[in-house]
């Protein structure tokens, strides 16, 4: 069976840090591009970062400079680190995993599998 769960979402202070966890389990990790999205209340899926089974990454400008993504093969974990986290980036973070290299990164559809979310909320 194939889960994706997240966790260390929570309440921060603007100008604070998370770290988001992302365990996977039921699927062959290390073949697949592991992204994060989120969503705020009445607004799309937004993508934020993916990064490939061999470390490529990329970034929305949204986020560039104060996320980071990265992954652990061996503990078929994958992270996202925010720092100078803003009020705007008050929404359920997801990750989601994608098999093979066709369809858009940045579209939720090209995605396989989706965890539950985690509610991340930054106050002024």
């Known amino acids: 069976q194939v889960q994706l769960v997240e966790s260390g979402g929570g309440l921060v202070q603007a100008g604070g840090s998370l770290r988001l966890s992302c365990a996977a389990s039921?699927?062959?990790?290390?073949?697949?591009?592991m992204s994060w999205f989120r969503q705020a209340p009445g607004k799309e899926r937004e993508f934020l970062t993916t990064?490939?089974?061999?470390?490529?990454?990329a970034y929305a400008d949204s986020v560039k400079g104060r996320f980071t993504i990265s992954r652990d093969n061996a503990k078929n974990m994958v992270y996202l680190q925010m720092n100078s986290l803003k009020p705007e980036d008050t929404a359920v973070y997801y990750c989601a995993a994608k098999r093979g290299l066709t369809g858009s990164i940045a579209e939720s559809r090209s995605y396989d599998y989706w965890g539950q979310g985690t509610q991340v909320t930054v106050a002024s």
């Open positions: 039921g699927f062959t990790f290390n073949q697949y591009i």
């Open positions: 990064i490939t089974w061999s470390g490529g990454l």
